[in-house]
Structures are given as C-alpha cells and as structure tokens.
C-alpha cells in the first residue's frame, strides 16, 4: 500500500518485520527481505533449525543468511535525522522523536506537537486528535499567509511612517540650518556694526592722543627756550652785579629796561588743553554701558537661561560610596556629602580616595552633552571644589587637583591666594583666582564630551563662571569631581 510520504515508505523499508524497531545488523536470507540479526536468532531457536521468512514465508535454512551491510549504512543515516528531496533541489530536514526514535509523521492538534507513531499509541495522547502532517501544514500555512500579510501591512505602514518621519526631520533641520544662517548673520551684522563703532572711537581718541601729543611736544619746547632765556638773563645779571660800580652803573638805565622787559615778556603761550575734549568721551562711557544693560536684558528675554539646558541632558548625580574618602559622610540618598572629623571603618577598595578627600559620581559620561547642579553651602574659610575627573584618576596618595591628573574643576581654597577663599580655576600649576562680582551658591556644570568643553554657570543668574575648551578626555569615560572640606556641604 503506498504511504502518504517517501519518508513513510522509507519508515517501514528500515523497520524490522518482528521487532518493529529500526534494523540492528540486518542480516538478509535467499528471498531477499532482511531481519535483526537478534531476531533471527530467536527465529532459529536452540537447536537451529530453518524458519519461514516473516514476510514471505520461504524457509531460511541456518546457513543461508549473510549480513547486509548497504541496509544497515541506510538505517544509520536514517537515525536521528531524516532527509527527503524537497523543492528546487533544497534538502528539508525531518526530525526524529527524541524518546522513541521514530519519525515524526503525525501531528497533535490538541497539544499542537509533532509526535511519532509509538507517541500516537502512548497514554498522553489517547483520544486526541491526530492527523498526518501532510493533512494539517496547510492549515497552518493558511495562517501563517494571513499573519505574514498583517504584518507585510504593519511593517509597510511603519516604512510609510519611517519615511515620513524622516522627510519631517530633513525639513525640520532644514528649517533649524535656515535658522542658524540667520541668527548667525544677524549676529556677524551687529559685531560688524559694533566693531566699526569701536573703530571709530578709538580712531578719534588716536587723532586725540597724537594731537595731545603734538601740542604737549610744542609746549615743551616753547618752555624748554623760555628756561634758556631766563637762564641767560639771571647769568648776566649775576655778573652784572659782581662788576665795579663805575662798570655797573655804566648804561644802567638801558640794561635795567632790558632785564624788566625779560621779566614782564610772557613765559609760554601754551597750547589748549584736551581735557574738555576728553570728558566728553568719558561721559559717553556710561550711555555706552547702559546700553549693552539693556540689551543683556533683551537677549535673556528672547533666550532665557533654562532655553541652554533644554537641549542637553539633565542628570540626577549620585555619588559613588565606594570611591569616598572615610572623613566624608554621605546622606542616606547618596544625593550630599559633608565632611566630619571621624574616620569611618571602610573596606579600602582600589576606588576609594585615601588621602585626598574626594568622592567620584556614580554616572559615567563618553558621548552626548550632559549638566547637572551642586548647591554649596558653606562657612568661612571652608576647602571645597567640582567638575569633573577621569575615571581613571588617581585614587591613592596626594596629588593636586589640575587638568595634568585628570581634573577639571572650580573650588576655593583658604591659602596662597591673593584674598582669602576666592573661589578660583584648578588649573597647573597654581589655582588662579576669578574675578567675579559675587560667588555663587548654585553651579551648574556643563559637559559637552564630543566638543571637549566643560563650563561653569552661575545657576541662579545663568552668568558664566569659567570654561575648559579642548579638554584631554583622552576618549575615557568621564565622572563628576567632588573635593570637601570642613564647613561645607555640597548638595546635588
């Protein structure tokens, strides 16, 4: 009877007659049908006598059975694994029941599993409904068809919406470069504007000071020959004197009116003086400065402070309790740190600061632009500095806090500076101190790792503290720097 597949036929061509197992040494008698060769020994019995072939009963004497090795190669590959010749020449790969080592020729719809024909028989599936693969794949093709159109329709819509997202994005920066153009031009027009007015005061205050110049040199030498003449004079007179009475009244009264025409001729016609010239620049200084007031007030208007941060991330710093030096003391949500003079007992891992006191930001920055703030609450006096480090910054021993270790931050320090406790740059190979109308209490930090730039802010006035450009990050990831002090708290 002909089976449903090849591999049904090819099931029962190396399946045993008596033990209805795969072949296990095929051994094949006259008739050509082959059997176990443990089969045919219980078939023999003790003693061996002839038996009738189980499938087509001509007797097989004892000595007329030879083993069939090309049948027992067959069975080998068929093991496990069975291959059947599929479409365009592809091999398609049928697998076997891992418990009994049949093919899997039948389908479970109840437990929707391939099982083998001794699975078929076995209790878990008495009385479910099982049908030959052939009959059920094309059900389950039918569904897989519907499904894969749903998701062809999803997936072409996400592609729509994929590309209209992206047209949008093209217009949209478009749109922001047109933007930048603009701002950009606007900008170039007013520092031209502004660069020509300033050209044109110092030209004129130049014109000023070579004529300051030209006239003083004048005066100068017009002094210079009034002290010439007078000295002459008072060295003749001086003679004068020292002659005999009859030589000094010689001509008296012609000399006399000499000398006092020398004493009543006017000392220098001096140039006039710019002074006046001067104060009229001097009080345009003001206007000036009222002016660049009102338009620092107008910029912030159209772009207020918060507008900067929008465009970067805003992290939530958690300080790293593993990294913080055992005189600094860390609130319970890892979000302040102070210092106090009472060593804690920690483990002394290879990240813990040992004599520095410093603690390191669980966050680790290597792309992107990023800002967070730190309010600083202090006494007089206090030690305290943040920014950012290396994540391989020195953890052991004193080293100074500069861009050379891996650091780049602003603090304060009670010592060798020019006023006590201003806040200043950690910068090599001294702090240099800022000039800054007031300190602040709320900093902000921000980092911009593809640009290598670290700034300052004031928080609270949106003022510019200092900046790093070109920082050496070195392509390593980067954490947020905390040095404390005694009197100081910082809080994140």
Known sequence: ??????????????????????????MTPRCGHSLCRSCVARLYGQPRKAFPCPQCRVLVP???????RHLANIVECARGLQMERGE???????????RHQKLLLLFCRNDETLICM????????????????????????????????????????????KLAEEEKKQTFLTQIKLEKDEITSV????????????????????????????????????LTKEIGRLSTLISEMAKKRQQPPIRLLQD??????RYQEGLLRQVVELSPRPEKRLRSYSQKRPVLLKAMENFEEFLEETFPKDSAKEIQNKVNVILDPDTAHPFLILTEGLTSVKWEDRY?????????FNREFCVLGQERFASGRHWWEVEVDEEKGAMWALGVARESVRRKGIFKFTPNEGIWAVGKKPYNSPS?????????????????????????????????????????????????????????????????GSGVRLNL
């Open 1 to 26: 009877m002909a089976h449903e597949t090849p591999l049904q036929d090819l099931y029962e061509e190396i399946t045993c007659p008596v033990c209805l197992e795969y072949y296990v040494d095929p």
């Open 62 to 68: 004892p000595k007329g059975l030879r083993l069939n």
């Open 88 to 98: 365009k020449g592809t091999h398609v790969i049928w697998p076997a029941c891992p």
């Open 118 to 161: 001794v699975c078929n028989w076995a209790m878990e599936h008495r009385g479910h409904w099982v049908l030959p693969i052939d009959e059920v794949a094309p059900e389950y093709q039918d569904k897989f068809e519907a499904l894969q159109q749903s998701l062809e329709k999803k997936r072409t819509t996400a592609i729509e919406r």
């Open 187 to 222: 900008f170039k027009e007013m520092q031209k504007f502004i660069k020509a007015k300033e050209r044109l005061w110092l030209d004129q205050l130049g014109e000023m000071e070579k004529e300051t110049e030209k006239s003083w040199e004048e005066n100068i030498t017009s």
């Open 252 to 257: 008296i009264g012609s000399t006399l009116k």
């Open 344 to 352: 804690q007992d920690l483990p002394d891992w290879h990240t813990r």
């Open 420 to 484: 006590p406790c201003r806040l200043s740059v950690l910068n090599s190979p001294e702090w240099v101190p800022l000039n800054l109308s007031h300190e602040p209490r709320n900093i902000r930090v921000s980092l911009d790792y593809e640009e290598s730039r670290l700034v300052f802010f004031d928080a609270d006035t949106n003022k510019l503290i200092f900046a790093f450009s070109s920082v050496s990050f070195h392509d390593e990831r980067i954490q947020p720097f905390f040095w404390v």
